[in-house]
């Protein structure tokens, strides 16, 4: 069966902290996506990656850093949180067609 | 890059009725478009998808239509029931899944 896990569903962060979000996904799938979801304002990507050490900005990533060592595992980093970026973070991999999501972190920065 | 815009953002139908779900997009170079259902609570899950040399796919009581000129395709589900009730998000990939651009979403419900 499919899996994307992300590491915590739930996370309370303080304003300037360094945060980690971690996505690892079991299928050997090249691309892998964050996503930010807000109510009314749907999916919105942040950041995604082609492959190993590669990266590219969606539409927000400002805020955010990515990285990606390993095949398997995509980091989201918030460098300094801020309460705007309070909400829920969706890790997503896909090959060619189905993006198969994770089960989503709610983050609140406090 | 990409614009995909959803409507309506939230829907009511009777249980039995169909509801139908309009997205449009702005890339001419947009050539799958991916369905999503997303439960209360749980994460999004594909429930069809349809390619860009293809009008139309029909899965069992969904069936989704694709109209290139007009850049805009709709989600249609016939005899709804309760378990129907989630958010569903339509997707356009340039790419065919390298790239994925998320409408807003529509939350519907289904009365008993």
């Known amino acids: 069966d499919v899996k994307v896990t992300q590491s915590s569903r739930y996370l309370v962060k303080r304003t300037g902290e360094k945060v980690f979000l971690e996505c690892v996904q079991d299928?050997?799938?090249?691309?892998m996506f964050w996503y930010r979801q807000d109510p009314g304002l749907g999916l919105r990507l942040i950041y995604f990656?082609?492959?190993?050490?590669?990266?590219e900005k969606g539409d927000i990533p400002e805020g955010y850093s990515v990285s990606r060592e390993k095949k398997e595992r995509f980091s989201l980093i918030l460098e300094s949180a801020s309460t705007n970026q309070t909400s829920m973070y969706l890790c997503?991999?896909?090959?060619?067609?189905?993006?198969?999501f994770g089960q989503g972190t709610r983050l609140t920065v406090v | 890059g990409e614009n995909v815009e959803q409507h309506p953002s939230t829907l009511s139908v009777q249980e039995g009725d169909s509801a139908v779900i309009k997205c449009t997009y702005s890339?001419?170079?947009?050539?799958?478009f991916p369905w999503y259902k997303q439960e209360l609570g749980k994460r999004p899950q594909l429930i069809i998808d349809?390619?860009?040399?293809?009008g139309e796919k029909k899965d069992q009581r969904i069936a989704v239509t694709l109209n290139k000129t007009a850049k805009h395709f709709s989600l249609h589900i016939t005899e709804t029931q309760p378990e129907d009730s989630a958010v569903y998000f339509c997707?356009?990939?340039?790419?065919?899944?390298?790239?994925?651009?998320f409408g807003t979403g529509t939350s519907l419900t289904v009365i008993p």
């Open positions: 997503a991999a896909s090959l060619y067609t189905e993006a198969f």
């Open positions: 299928m050997d799938h090249e691309n």
């Open positions: 990656s082609y492959d190993v050490k590669m990266k």
């Open positions: 890339d001419s170079a947009s050539n799958y």
């Open positions: 349809i390619r860009s040399n293809v």
């Open positions: 997707a356009a990939s340039p790419n065919t899944g390298n790239q994925f651009y």
